[in-house]
Structure formats: structure tokens, C-alpha cells
């Protein structure tokens, strides 16, 4: 068990009076102490609102905060406070010991009482819908409405009396209601707005806490990234991340628990940096042209591994810079398609320390044709691919070459030997924005289709086998899975058993389909955004359907 506590205080408006509404408690639904008013506050309001900031929260150092603030339709202007706070009194400031307050929720008391100052706090379990919202939370603290009823802490009647106005009597007070009847002259009376109020204080926003167990897990996805940079697949399931987070590079192992098994912050890349994973060796690479650095981790446990800086006109090492395309194939050896200043280009590969070795093992690299190679003469050894294609590596030592804009792609073994031309028939791919090779060496491809939907371009998946067949997996216009898989996707990365690992830059749309192209898995940022995907494409297929008909 691995537990952190993260603490909010949200204020939102209410939708009724427009006054200011103190959200204290796990709810979707809210009481106003102004207008006294039920204010609907639902789970996808807490998921648009409240998952980043405590995503945020759970990362930051612990005993800070900080705040933010917006405008949304559903609520008007909110504010929040959040941070990585232990549990405290809310009237003396003592701290809670959390193994008591399990205890307590436990046995299934939603209060207890501050053992230094008496203060009465609430405590219980998540419902159901707020695991949706924060996957790993376990417990809430200092609620005011543990029942998760939408009240608010009801002021006591001790030391409060009332009589009639008309015959002197005592008046019963329960504060269910505003008017009272005498029990003695049966008239019908109205409280005092100070007895009211005493009845019913007006809620203020107040600290309460989340506590999360994140188990195995050493940080949480993000919602959203300012700066996504590529992902690359693991066998188990699992992805390897790189980004950048306020100018800071960061690399991370995540898996479908919604956190990352390992993270390391504060690590070189720019927006140029490609990352693959060496399957043999158990590598993951960050090759990055615009800083000319090359580094490895171990993809177990993310410790350093291989790290080669500026390494520019040395032919002994690898070099990032002025590449046009990498490729890894699976005895661990690195290609770069390098381009010189006086445009010449070739390919050259690299063994696992990064240490120059040759392109095909009978051929000198010095004796290779160098130059410009067409789709229609590739032959056996060549020493650059076609003018635009693509390499990648795929099974057995497999090394590819492919057309961005229609598909077509050769391949040739560890020798260097062609193995032959493909040309599948991809009518409906307009181009190709990324792609991998599974273990039986179908190619799947990330693509813009040809067809727009209301002039918007929806991404699609599709598969072309071996034998040349090509067929869309998923996306709008598929013919089985016919969801949103978003707009102008770049990111993808297929693992050996064909599951496609795909991001866009926001990283508000990471997901894992399986090779007939269903859905495996969605970050929950992912989910928190897919409605509005959904709404999008119908929206786009309504006023495309309109425009056919007029």
C-alpha cells in the first residue's frame, strides 16, 4: 500500500441563485445554504473539473499547494485549492494518523470526533461514480456531508428558544422547516432570519482530503501534456512514454492501473526525439536529433543505460542528428537513415552500445550503391529506401521500407536480402502518419482517410497482412468499430501480439485497441474527453447528412 493524500477545497456558483457554492463533499448533488436549492453536480463536472488537479496534487512535494481557477458552463466561475496535504482538524490543525481513520471507515462510522480539540469530522469510502473520477482513491476526510445526501452540517437547537407571537407559548424547533405551528394556539409562525441562519449556517469551502493508494504505482498518467513527444509498446501490455512537462523532459513506463510503474523526470529531448524499444535487450532508446544525443533505459526499472552526446562527425558512435528516419531490429541493432550537407544520404546502423558496425554483414558499406533507390529497382543490400518511404523494423531481423501515401512497402532480412514488394490496395488512405509491424508481420498503419467527414479529418486504423490484403480496423468509417478515435492523430506504436498503442500531442486521447481494432484500454483522460469526441463526429455526420440531402 502506497498512500498519498491529496487536499481540495472547491467553490463553484450555484445554478440557481448565482451565489458563491462551497462544494465540501463527494457529491453529485449540492446544497445551496443560500437560495436552499439541490444544485446538480454530477460525475463528468467532477471529471472536467477535479481529475487533473488531483492527478497534479498526488505528484507535487509533500505538506504544498497551489490554486486555479475557470469558468464553465455547468457551474459558472470555480475555484480550487489543491495539494499534497496530510489529513487535518479543520478547527485546531491537528494531524490524522490514517491507519485510525481506515479503522474507522471500516467499521462503518461516516464521523468521528478530533482527539485534541472534539471537533466532529466525516470519513467514509468512495462511492462507486467518484472511483471513475480518481481511480486510486480509498477514502475521503473532513467531508461535511459524509452521507453523500447533498446537505450540509446542520446547526444544533441547544441554547436556542422561540415563542408565539400571538399566545406566549414555546415553539418546536427541528429545523426541517421554515414555518412552525404553535402547539398551543395553532397559528402558523415564520422564524427569524437569526434563528434561521443559527439552524442552518451558511457552508463556507473548507480543506477536505482524497486519499489515494496507488500500490505499485510511482506516479499518476497526467490528464493532458503540454508537450507529447512518442510512445512506444511493451510486450505485457504496458507503454513506454517520452514528453515534456514545463520545459522538463520526462520518460516513463505506464501501465492500465492509470500510473506509471517508473518515471524519470528531468531528462533530455526535444519535440524531435523518437523512442523505440529493443525487445532483445530489453531497451528503450530516445534518439533525438535536434539535442544530437542518444540515450538507452532499462525498460525493467528505467535506469540509465546507454547515454551519447554530440557525437557529430565521428563515425564510431551513433549520431541523432540530420536523421530521416530509425528503425531497431530485433537482435537489438540500431538504423539511421543520415543526411549530409551536401545531400547525400545513407543508411548506417549501430549495435546496442551505440558503436558503428556494418550495414549488412558481407557488404563493405563503403561498396554500396549510394544512389537514389525506386520502389521498382529495389534489390538485395541497398543502402538507402525510396525517396519518402519510411523504415521501421519488424520480426526476425526484418527490415522495411513504406510509402506514406499509399501503403506499398519491401522487405529485407538480417543479410540484406529483398524478400519482395507489397502493394496493397489502400484506395482510402490518403496518407500515413505512423505505423508498426506485429510479430506476423502485418503492417498497421495510423491514417488520414480520403474521405473527410464535413471536411473534418477523423483518424483511422487499419491492417494490411502479409498477403497484401488491407482492411480499417477502427474509426468513423470502418465497418466495425465505428467510434472517434480523434482528429489528426499522429502517435502509434503496435506490439508484437498487433495491439496499437496510440496518443495524440495533448495526450487527452491515449489508447490501446486490439488488432481487430476494439478498444482495450483508454487513460482516464481519455475518457473524460471521449463524450466530446462522440459528439463531434455526430455533430460532423448530422451537417454532412444535411448537406447531401439539400
Keep these: ?82 495539494g499534497n496535504m496530510a489529513p487535518r482538524c479543520g478547527s485546531c490543525g491537528t494531524l490524522w494518523n490514517l491507519e485510525d481513520l481506515f479503522k474507522i471507515a471500516d467499521r462503518g462510522d461516516a464521523k468521528f470526533s478530533c482527539n485534541t480539540c472534539g471537533a466532529i469530522s466525516g470519513v467514509r469510502k468512495p462511492p462507486d461514480w467518484f472511483n471513475r473520477v480518481i481511480p486510486f482513491a ?67 469551502a473548507h480543506p477536505w482530503y482524497i486519499i489515494l493508494d496507488t500500490g505499485d504505482v510511482t506516479a499518476l498518467l497526467p490528464e493532458d501534456i503540454d508537450d507529447f513527444i512518442d510512445l512506444a509498446a511493451l510486450p505485457d501490455g504496458d507503454t513506454a512514454l517520452i514528453w515534456e512537462q514545463d520545459s522538463e523532459g520526462c520518460i516513463g513506463r505506464a501501465d492500465r492501473t492509470g500510473g506509471f510503474r517508473w518515471l524519470n523526470r528531468n531528462i533530455t529531448c526535444s519535440d524531435y526525439a523518437r523512442l523505440l524499444y529493443a525487445p532483445g535487450q530489453d531497451l528503450l532508446w530516445v534518439i533525438d536529433r535536434d539535442e544530437d544525443i542518444v540515450q538507452a533505459f532499462h525498460a525493467d526499472t ?104 499509399n501503403g506499398c512497402y519491401a522487405r529485407f532480412d538480417r543479410q540484406g536480402t529483398f524478400q519482395g514488394l507489397i502493394r496493397p490496395d489502400c484506395e482510402v488512405v490518403a496518407k500515413i502518419q505512423d505505423c508498426g509491424i506485429s510479430g506476423d508481420g502485418s503492417v498497421f498503419v495510423l491514417f488520414d482517410h480520403t474521405k473527410k467527414i464535413n471536411h473534418i479529418n477523423f483518424s483511422h486504423v487499419g491492417r494490411i497482412k502479409p498477403d497484401g490484403s488491407f482492411k480499417v480496423l477502427a474509426g468513423p468509417h470502418a465497418k466495425e468499430n465505428r467510434f472517434s478515435l480523434g482528429t489528426d492523430m499522429e502517435r502509434m506504436s503496435v506490439a508484437e501480439r498487433g495491439e496499437m498503442h496510440i496518443c495524440n500531442r495533448d495526450f487527452d486521447n491515449f489508447r490501446i485497441l486490439a488488432p481487430d481494432g476494439s478498444l482495450i484500454w483508454r487513460s482516464p483522460g481519455t475518457v473524460n474527453e471521449d463524450q466530446t469526441r462522440a459528439d463531434e463526429l455526430a455533430e460532423a455526420l448530422g451537417e454532412m447528412k444535411e448537406e447531401s440531402s439539400s
Aim: proline content about 7%.
Design 302 to 405: 528505467g535506469s540509465p543505460a546507454v547515454a551519447i552526446k554530440k557525437k557529430k562527425n565521428k563515425p564510431g558512435f551513433i549520431t541523432a542528428i540530420d536523421h530521416e528516419g530509425i528503425a531497431i531490429n530485433t537482435d537489438g541493432t540500431l538504423l539511421v537513415y543520415r543526411c549530409w550537407e551536401d545531400d547525400n544520404y545513407a543508411l548506417r546502423r549501430f549495435d546496442e552500445k551505440g558503436k558503428r558496425i556494418r550495414l549488412w554483414p558481407d557488404s563493405d558499406d563503403a561498396e554500396l550503391h549510394k544512389k537514389q533507390t525506386e520502389w521498382e529497382t529495389l534489390g538485395n543490400r541497398p543502402s538507402r529506401p525510396p525517396e519518402g518511404a519510411w523504415i521501421t523494423g519488424g520480426p526476425d531481423n526484418m527490415l522495411y521500407f513504406i510509402d506514406r501515401v
Design 1 to 82: 500500500m502506497a498512500l498519498i493524500s491529496t487536499s481540495l477545497t472547491f467553490t463553484s456558483e450555484c445554478s440557481q441563485c448565482r451565489k458563491p457554492l462551497p462544494v465540501n463533499q463527494a457529491s453529485e448533488h449540492t446544497m445551496c445554504t443560500n437560495c436552499w436549492q439541490s444544485v446538480h453536480t454530477p460525475q463528468a463536472l467532477w471529471q472536467v473539473i477535479i481529475s487533473r488537479p488531483l492527478v497534479e496534487a498526488s505528484g507535487m512535494e509533500p505538506e504544498t499547494d497551489t490554486w486555479a481557477s475557470g469558468i464553465l458552463g455547468e457551474v459558472g466561475n470555480y475555484r480550487l485549492t489543491f
Design 138 to 204: 480509498v477514502l475521503l476526510v473532513g467531508e461535511t456531508a459524509p452521507n453523500d445526501d447533498g446537505g450540509a452540517f446542520k446547526g444544533g437547537t441547544d441554547g436556542i428558544s422561540i415563542w408565539c407571537y400571538h399566545c406566549g407559548g414555546p415553539l418546536p424547533l427541528d429545523g426541517s422547516s421554515r414555518t412552525v405551528k404553535c402547539r398551543h394556539c395553532g397559528q402558523d409562525l415564520l422564524i427569524p432570519d437569526d434563528i434561521w441562519q443559527r439552524l442552518h449556517p451558511v457552508a463556507v
